[in-house]
């Protein structure tokens, strides 16, 4: 029980992620779900970073078939 209150209650560290995948090398990322306001603070976050939002059957058709 302790470890799900934690994962709850824990702090996201999201922006760190990002960052430290842009310096990695990471330049294709993907925001799987409705809505597109991570795609927009990953091109803040990681310059030059190619952002594919996928929300739709149609969409996972696409980036399965390479065609993003």
Not at 40 to 58: H, M, Q
């Amino acid at each position: 029980m302790r470890s799900l209150i934690a994962q709850v209650t824990g702090t996201v560290r999201w922006r760190e992620s990002v960052v430290y995948m842009a310096g990695a090398g990471v330049t294709n990322f993907y925001e799987v779900g409705a809505g597109k306001v991570l795609s927009g603070l990953i091109r803040r976050l990681a310059e030059g970073a190619v952002v594919t939002a996928v929300g739709s059957p149609e969409d996972v058709a696409a980036v399965t078939a390479g065609r993003n």
